[in-house]
């Protein structure tokens, strides 16, 4: 991936300078399986891919920071002092780019002088493939090498996540700034959310295409019944340590799990529960599967962690099943699951290439007539983690 001369141009153009910025991009994920199961201490199975954020940056003389999206170019340039990065509703989309700034100014002195920034975006908004996580990133490492910050990586993947959580105020685990941070072409990675050790896997599609369908139903996460499915794990959690010594339900195995669960008061909290214990379960088995490139088991284990999302963690909706089922139905399919954390979004699908046009044909008829409009396909290579573009 190379510097991109057309948003140079962009940016001498909406900050009226003739510097030439340097250029950073921080690529979009998706998640192979192990959904959920993040922030309640399992393992998770994503991938970047090669859609994802650009950023340009020239550093100024004064402290002062402009910020511009062209996703979102009705909004003009957001303005602020490097002492005023405090969050504020009117500033919208250029909370996440603040959030990171001011909490690498809490870490470090040297983030005093002001930048120009422009973002350019081609992620769907709303998508669910982390678009969020992306430009938190693409700030986090631009402003590393800009500032000459020097941070590991990991902790920066962790603060990206803490402007997450405590700046926005969505309640989400760590997948989504991992993958962005860590990726690598080529490879999914395998993520222990409770430990933070991870290993690189290969992904061999040699012979077929991971193919992203967007049911164009938009997300807006902190919005969503997110946090709620959160608070009902910890619920289970916390009825399951009455007896068992474990912090999180990712430590319990299927067969510990089924032994234990009459420990859980609520009903709907032990379905909760059955889901991320299962799909933890889930991603293990795939890390095999894949290591002996068996991808119809594979494909298998995406169709059981969509029934799970769908029957006990209930988060997918008529969009996300509709589109899943129909993929089902496809000749050339070997499995196919919602990505993200549902609600709308997109789903995933194992195709063989040479059915990925019959494919996306079949779903789109009938997604078209049961839901009223179309989904949008496209199909994504796997890529790097966030980085300064050469």
Same mark, same amino acid.
């Given at each position: 991936?190379?510097?991109?001369?057309?948003?140079?141009?962009?940016?001498?153009?909406?900050?009226? *300078?003739?510097?030439?910025?340097?250029?950073?991009?921080?690529?979009?994920?998706?998640?192979?399986?192990?959904?959920?199961?993040?922030?309640?201490?399992?393992?998770?199975?994503?991938? =970047?891919?090669?859609?994802?954020?650009?950023?340009?940056?020239? @550093?100024?003389? /004064?402290?002062?920071?402009?910020?511009?999206? %062209?996703?979102?170019?009705?909004?003009?340039?957001?303005?602020?002092?490097?002492?005023?990065?405090?969050?504020?509703?009117?500033?919208?989309?250029?909370?996440?780019? +603040?959030?990171?700034?001011?909490?690498?100014?809490? $870490?470090?002195?040297?983030? *005093?002088?002001? %930048?120009?920034?422009?973002?350019?975006?081609?992620?769907?908004?709303?998508?669910?493939?982390?678009?969020?996580?992306?430009?938190?990133?693409?700030?986090?490492? %631009?402003? /590393?090498?800009?500032?000459?910050? @020097?941070?590991?990586?990991?902790?920066?993947?962790?603060?990206?996540?803490?402007?997450?959580?405590?700046?926005?105020?969505?309640?989400?685990?760590? %997948?989504?700034?991992?993958?962005?941070?860590?990726? @690598?072409?080529?490879?999914?990675?395998?993520?222990?959310?409770?430990?933070?050790?991870?290993?690189?896997?290969?992904?061999?599609?040699?012979?077929?295409?991971?193919?992203?369908?967007? *049911?164009?139903?938009?997300?807006?996460?902190?919005?969503? @019944?997110?946090?709620?499915?959160?608070?009902?794990?910890?619920?289970?959690?916390?009825?399951?340590?009455?007896?068992?010594?474990?912090?999180?339900?990712?430590?319990? *195995?299927?067969? =510990?799990?089924?032994?234990?669960?009459?420990?859980?008061?609520?009903?709907?909290?032990?379905?909760?529960?059955?889901?991320?214990?299962?799909?933890?379960?889930?991603?293990?088995?795939?890390?095999?599967?894949?290591?002996?490139?068996?991808?119809?088991?594979?494909?298998?284990?995406?169709?059981?962690?969509?029934?799970?999302?769908?029957?006990?963690?209930?988060?997918?909706?008529?969009?996300?099943?509709?589109?899943?089922?129909?993929?089902?139905?496809?000749?050339?399919?070997?499995?196919?699951?919602?990505?993200? $954390?549902?609600?709308?979004?997109?789903?995933?699908?194992?195709?063989?290439?040479?059915?990925?046009?019959?494919?996306?044909?079949?779903?789109?008829?009938?997604?078209?007539? +049961?839901?009223?409009?179309?989904?949008?396909?496209?199909?994504?290579?796997?890529?790097?983690?966030?980085?300064?573009? =050469?």
């Amino acid at each position: 991936m190379t510097i991109n001369p057309n948003l140079t141009a962009s940016f001498q153009k909406v900050f009226q *300078t003739a510097e030439t910025p340097r250029q950073f991009f921080a690529p979009g994920r998706i998640n192979l399986i192990g959904e959920h199961t993040d922030y309640n201490g399992g393992h998770v199975f994503p991938a =970047a891919i090669s859609y994802g954020t650009y950023a340009l940056a020239a @550093k100024r003389q /004064d402290n002062i920071i402009r910020l511009y999206s %062209m996703n979102f170019s009705e909004s003009g340039i957001i303005e602020r002092s490097v002492e005023d990065l405090a969050f504020r509703e009117e500033d919208d989309w250029a909370n996440y780019p +603040k959030g990171v700034l001011l909490y690498l100014q809490q $870490a470090s002195d040297k983030l *005093t002088s002001g %930048m120009d920034v422009l973002f350019y975006g081609d992620i769907p908004n709303g998508a669910g493939l982390s678009s969020s996580a992306s430009i938190e990133l693409v700030t986090g490492v %631009m402003a /590393d090498i800009m500032y000459e910050l @020097k941070m590991d990586r990991i902790p920066l993947v962790q603060l990206g996540q803490r402007v997450e959580n405590e700046y926005i105020g969505v309640n989400s685990g760590i %997948m989504d700034q991992f993958s962005v941070g860590m990726g @690598k072409q080529g490879h999914a990675i395998l993520l222990d959310c409770n430990t933070l050790t991870y290993e690189h896997a290969p992904v061999d599609l040699s012979e077929h295409v991971i193919l992203i369908a967007n *049911t164009n139903k938009k997300r807006t996460l902190s919005g969503s @019944k997110y946090n709620e499915r959160r608070s009902e794990c910890e619920a289970a959690l916390k009825d399951l340590q009455q007896e068992l010594e474990i912090n999180s339900l990712g430590e319990l *195995t299927p067969d =510990a799990f089924e032994q234990y669960h009459r420990l859980i008061n609520d009903p709907i909290h032990i379905k909760r529960a059955r889901h991320a214990v299962l799909e933890n379960n889930r991603t293990i088995e795939a890390l095999r599967k894949l290591q002996k490139h068996d991808l119809a088991a594979f494909g298998e284990l995406m169709n059981d962690s969509h029934r799970s999302l769908r029957d006990d963690y209930e988060v997918t909706g008529k969009e996300l099943d509709t589109i899943v089922e129909a993929a089902w139905a496809q000749d050339g399919v070997l499995g196919a699951r919602m990505t993200g $954390a549902g609600f709308g979004g997109c789903a995933i699908a194992l195709v063989e290439k040479d059915k990925v046009d019959a494919v996306q044909a079949g779903i789109q008829q009938h997604y078209r007539e +049961k839901i009223g409009y179309e989904a949008t396909f496209y199909t994504a290579t796997i890529g790097d983690g966030a980085k300064e573009l =050469a």
